[in-house]
């Protein structure tokens, strides 16, 4: 199983509608969650982390759930301007090993007009 | 703050030849990384260093060598050339905190560079 997983899409969604994706990871020991968008031959940039409780930045929600293993993405509202790749990442904890940071493969979004 | 920089922007290179990319940053990051990504494959990790120093490998390390002499410079090399290392290289900085409790460790990236090798 790779160690984090996400729907490549895309997801095609009309403006103004609510849209949600997941992301899997396989190491339970994982601390820290990110979300970061990446528009076209850009950098990926952060767009949120996850937190435990959860977190909400304007149309955007983020949610962990740990017995599970996943961490979702929700954005309501969408705009034409939320077309992106959306990339989760996961800090993972190893034993005798340094921590490191693995990214999904992204997820496209269009939100079509 | 320049933040994350990477040279060169764009290289062609002929199978079997060696360059060098470089990564720098100015925000006193323990934690630097590089990726790189191809369509369809997201960010594969290659190597990612902790500190000056010290270096780890990745999930792709083959064909790659880094060094982390400094926390400022993070270059990686490419020993020979292939056709399958064309891709775009995105260097990545961090804080890193181990200490107990949750860490919080946003990325900042390089804007990337275009390798092609024929």
């Known amino acids: 199983r790779k160690e984090v997983e996400q729907d490549p899409g895309p997801f095609n969604v009309p403006e103004g509608a609510t849209v949600a994706f997941n992301c899997t990871y396989s190491?339970?020991?994982?601390?820290?969650f990110f979300w970061y968008r990446q528009d076209c031959r850009k950098e990926p940039k952060l767009l949120m982390s996850?937190?435990?409780s959860g977190n909400e930045d304007g149309r955007f929600t983020a949610q962990l759930n740990r017995a599970s293993q996943y961490i979702s993405l929700l954005i309501r509202d969408s705009k034409l301007s939320d077309s992106a790749t959306y990339l989760c990442?996961?800090?993972?904890?190893?034993?005798?090993?340094?921590?490191?940071?693995?990214f999904g493969k992204g997820t496209r979004l269009h939100i079509l007009p | 703050n320049a933040g994350v920089t990477q040279t060169p922007k764009f290289q062609v290179l002929k199978t079997g030849q060696s360059m060098t990319l470089q990564c720098a940053q100015d925000?006193?990051?323990?934690?630097m990384s590089w990726y790189r990504q191809d369509p369809g494959m997201g960010l594969r990790l290659i190597h990612y260093?902790?500190?000056?120093?010290?270096?780890d490998q990745g999930e792709v390390p083959n064909g790659y060598n880094v060094s982390r002499s400094t926390t400022e410079d993070f270059p990686l090399r490419l020993l020979s050339a292939a056709p399958s290392q064309t891709s775009v290289y995105f260097c990545?900085?961090?804080?890193?905190?181990?200490?107990?409790?949750?860490?919080?460790?946003?990325?900042?990236f390089g804007p990337g560079t275009r390798l092609t090798v024929l």
């Open positions: 990545a900085s961090s804080y890193h905190q181990t200490t107990s409790g949750p860490t919080y460790n946003e990325q900042f």
């Open positions: 190491n339970s020991a994982s601390q820290s």
């Open positions: 996850v937190y435990s």
């Open positions: 990442a996961v800090l993972e904890t190893l034993m005798n090993r340094d921590d490191k940071i693995i």
């Open positions: 925000m006193n990051h323990e934690y």
């Open positions: 260093s902790v500190g000056a120093g010290i270096t």
